[in-house]
């Protein structure tokens, strides 16, 4: 059975481009959770959707975010426009229930 | 409260056992977690435990959780080189929440 995908592994952009992020969860799954590791911090909760409606967006740090899920599968996350403390690793997570969170690889995103 | 607290670094020769603590303050967790990052990579869901548990054991890996201290550890046997990683402890608290609190890491250097 294939893990949690996410896409692009790194990006580096310039302060003020549009950046997308894409997680595809594991097959089934119906909760799917957005968190982040800014440099030298904990890991954070962003938002969790259940199927294509959105259970809990209290982690979303501004309205530059926004998170879809369209049809209920994978999952993107843009960030526009990006800014310098947006940088650090987000990581994607997906479970069938809300016990066990199974995360993905992470996407290293560079704002320069 | 909603921190999670561990110790930055731990070193321990091959062979001998690992033991990797946290300290939780939300009285409510309603399951405590552990998951390893190796470099490069994401995070894997290494064991967890429910929280009117106090002992969970999975091969090398045992989990002891006290509850009245909140406070949860991680007892790695026979620690091998592989086993060299950052352990994140992660709490999800009570009241239906479904994000998972992370601490910011221990990491687990293996001495040959």
């Known amino acids: 059975e294939a893990g949690v995908t996410q896409f692009p592994s790194h990006s580096v952009i310039e302060k003020g481009q549009t950046v997308t992020l894409r997680c595809d969860p594991i097959s089934g799954h119906d909760n799917l959770y957005w968190y982040r590791r800014v440099m030298g911090k904990e890991i954070k909760f962003l938002l969790h959707f259940v199927k294509e409606s959105k259970q809990d967006e209290s982690g979303m740090p501004n309205n530059r975010f926004l998170a879809e899920r369209t049809g209920g599968t994978y999952s993107t996350l843009k960030v526009q426009p990006a800014e310098l403390e947006d940088s650090g690793v987000y990581f994607c997570?997906?479970?069938?229930?809300?016990?066990?969170?199974?995360f993905g690889p992470g996407t290293r995103l560079l704002v320069l | 409260g909603e921190d999670v607290e561990q110790s930055l670094f731990l070193s321990v020769r091959e062979g001998d056992s690992s033991v990797i603590n946290c300290t939780y303050t939300?009285?409510?967790?309603?399951?405590l977690y552990w998951y390893k990052q190796e470099p490069g990579a994401g995070l894997q869901l290494l064991t967890y435990?429910?929280?009117?548990?106090d002992m969970k054991q999975d091969q090398r890996l045992t989990v002891l959780l006290n509850k009245k201290d909140k406070h949860l550890s991680l007892r790695i046997a026979d620690t091998q080189t592989g086993d060299s990683a950052i352990y994140f402890c992660a709490e999800i608290p009570g009241a239906g929440s479904y994000q998972l609190t992370f601490g910011k890491g221990t990491k687990l250097s293996v001495i040959p």
């Open positions: 997570a997906s479970s069938p229930n809300n016990n066990a969170q199974y």
């Open positions: 435990i429910f929280s009117n548990m």
């Open positions: 939300d009285s409510s967790s309603t399951y």
